[in-house]
């Protein structure tokens, strides 16, 4: 069974940085970070995989930078000059199950890609971002 473990999250002030950890039990060639708030689905925000494809959402482009590290089975997201808007649950994902999200560049697709019996959700980190 594979793990996804997200550490990070908390309480900032408009314009202040937060850097998400996802350690995972098993590298999927695909992984990214998704944040989803109450009453509205979950959105994709930044994707990664083995072969240098990286993308992100164009609300968080500029801010955000995913990096994924085989070498010590974690994935990050670090976050910069964060808005109000930020505030959500943040969850790591991985997706064993092709096609993956990695391959597209609209982010307002990947949690459609998300749905195969094997792909992994890590439990969420809570980001408050207040002004």
């Known amino acids: 069974q594979v793990e996804l473990v997200e550490l990070g999250g908390g309480s900032v002030q408009v314009g202040e940085s937060l850097t998400l950890t996802c350690t995972y039990s098993?590298?999927?060639?695909?992984m990214g970070w998704f944040r989803q708030v109450p009453g509205k689905e979950r959105e994709g925000v930044a994707s990664?995989?083995?072969?240098?494809?990286?993308n992100y959402a164009d609300a968080v482009k500029d801010r955000f930078t995913i990096v994924k590290v085989n070498a010590n089975n974690t994935l990050y997201l670090q976050m910069n000059n964060l808005k109000p808007e930020d505030s959500a649950t943040y969850y790591c994902?991985?997706?064993?199950?092709?096609?993956?999200?990695?391959?597209?560049?609209?982010?307002?697709?990947?949690?459609?890609?998300?749905?195969?019996?094997?792909?992994?959700w890590g439990q969420g980190t809570p980001v408050t971002v207040s002004s």
């Open positions: 994902a991985a997706d064993f199950d092709p096609p993956n999200f990695c391959f597209s560049r609209r982010s307002e697709n990947w949690v459609y890609l998300m749905r195969g019996a094997k792909d992994v």
């Open positions: 098993k590298n999927a060639d695909c």
């Open positions: 990664c995989d083995d072969h240098g494809r990286i």
